[in-house]
């Protein structure tokens, strides 16, 4: 499975930006599908998950209500993260991520399958 991401750039804080995601290789619409980011000098966060065929989405504190992690369908293999109101703490690469073994809801965990990651940065 490959997981190629797109979508980062340099946005003003308060901007938005779409992150997308699509994965080749083997069918994931039914299995949990993320973002995660790694910021300069702090470890690999969780953004966001969304479950395989309509299963619910799982957020951060710290982008809830800012950030949307959607599909095209419950089972497409394209993911995307709709990110508005962009803080400069925002700023960080961001990974798309994906386990095939994992059939439950949404929530924050390992995953088997990395994408190459794409850098936001969000100015002041």
């Known amino acids: 499975v490959q997981l190629q991401a797109s979508g980062g750039g340099l946005v003003q804080a308060g901007g938005s930006l779409r992150l997308s995601c699509v994965a080749f290789g083997r069918s994931l619409g039914t299995r949990i599908m993320g973002w995660f980011r790694q910021a300069p000098g702090k470890e690999r966060e969780c953004v966001a998950t969304?479950?395989?065929?309509?299963?619910?989405?799982?957020y951060a504190d710290s982008v809830r209500g800012r950030f949307t992690i959607s599909k095209d369908s419950p089972a497409s293999n394209t993911v995307y993260l709709e990110m508005n109101s962009l803080k400069v703490e925002d700023t960080a690469v961001y990974y798309c991520?994906?386990?095939?073994?994992?059939?439950?809801?949404?929530?924050?965990?390992?995953?088997?399958?990395w994408g190459q990651g794409t850098l936001v940065t969000v100015s002041s």
């Open positions: 969304i479950a395989g065929n309509g299963g619910g989405s799982y």
């Open positions: 991520a994906a386990d095939p073994n994992y059939v439950g809801p949404a929530t924050c965990r390992h995953m088997k399958y």
